[in-house]
């Protein structure tokens, strides 16, 4: 099993930065992909950006130029980097795991974005 916990989201202004964390309860490393999701009320979930144990990254057209994926293998984590938020971006972002064929999720965390 896999454990994720994610961390740093909050109440930004629009056009503000917000550096979302998740971290896994094992080696990163071992995880064959890594992806951030949000759902928005009222809305399905959606992906948002996923990254590949080899570093191939894939962004949901809307993100793309403003969100950027990373992971950091020596620390098990999963990073979401977001700059020139909108209000469409607020939502709760999830963090997933697909490791040994099952997909694990962590409890999520809130974006808001308002003036």
């Known amino acids: 099993q896999v454990q994720l916990v994610e961390s740093g989201g909050g109440l930004v202004q629009p056009g503000g930065s917000l550096r979302l964390s998740c971290a896994a309860s094992?080696?990163?490393?071992?995880?064959?992909?890594m992806g951030w999701y949000r759902q928005a009320p009222g809305k399905q979930r959606e992906m948002v950006a996923i990254?590949?144990?080899?570093?191939?990254?894939n962004y949901t057209d809307s993100v793309k130029g403003r969100f950027t994926i990373s992971r950091d293998n020596a620390k098990n984590t999963v990073d979401l980097q977001m700059n020139s938020l909108k209000p469409e971006d607020t939502a709760v972002y999830y963090c997933?795991?697909?490791?040994?064929?099952?997909?694990?999720w962590g409890q999520g965390t809130q974006v808001t974005v308002s003036s």
């Open positions: 094992k080696t990163i490393f071992s995880i064959v992909a």
């Open positions: 997933n795991a697909l490791y040994q064929q099952f997909l694990y």
């Open positions: 990254i590949l144990s080899g570093g191939t990254t």
